[in-house]
């Protein structure tokens, strides 16, 4: 995996409260979306142990198209409704799913991934994207990870112009 200057052996609860604090310091009054969310992305990557890729789906029209992320190259673009992240878009709401392969539709972008977790980014219920992160272990994530990855998207969608 990568090496992380977060101190990992917290509990996460904590952890996220780092991250989050942190992201809100790096991002401080910046308000450019891709610069913020590719700090974000490297945040998320440099802090969660156990992933294999940390990033943001776009959306453009009828459709999620790759933004900044860590990890491997990525699907360039997901239909609305389609696999996690698309699916996770459609029905704004967070998706943790234990075993993408057993997920109906699910997108392989990289077969290493076992496990995903997708928070949609809404600014004022209007929809800008997903953030997304994948594990190559079954069950990576659970209800702490998704109330502080909705909580680092908040964080997030503050420092983002309504529509970019």
């Not at 995996?1 to 401080?28: C, N, P, Q």
């Not at 700090?39 to 156990?50: M, Q, T």
């Not at 198209?65 to 699916?87: E, N």
Request: proline letters at 5%; a negative charge; charged letters at 25%.
């Amino acid at each position: 995996m990568h090496a992380s200057v977060f101190d990992r052996t917290v509990a996460k609860g904590e952890l996220y409260e780092i991250l989050i604090s942190t992201l809100e310091s790096v991002l401080g009054e910046e308000r450019d979306p891709i610069a913020n969310l590719a700090n974000a992305a490297a945040l998320v990557w440099e802090a969660l142990p156990d992933i294999n890729w940390s990033g943001f789906y776009i959306l453009r029209g009828n459709e999620l198209v790759l933004g900044p992320f860590q990890g491997r190259a990525a699907c360039v673009r997901i239909p609305l409704g389609k696999g996690v992240c698309g699916t996770a878009a459609a029905r704004r709401e967070t998706l943790v799913v234990e075993d993408v392969h057993r997920f109906p539709g699910h997108i392989a972008c990289d077969a290493a991934s076992r496990s995903e977790i997708v928070v949609p980014l809404l600014s004022g219920g209007e929809l800008l994207g997903v953030l997304d992160v994948d594990a190559p272990k079954e069950s990576r994530f659970d209800e702490e990870d998704r109330a502080g990855l909705e909580r680092v998207v908040l964080a997030l969608v503050a420092r983002l112009p309504p529509r970019f």
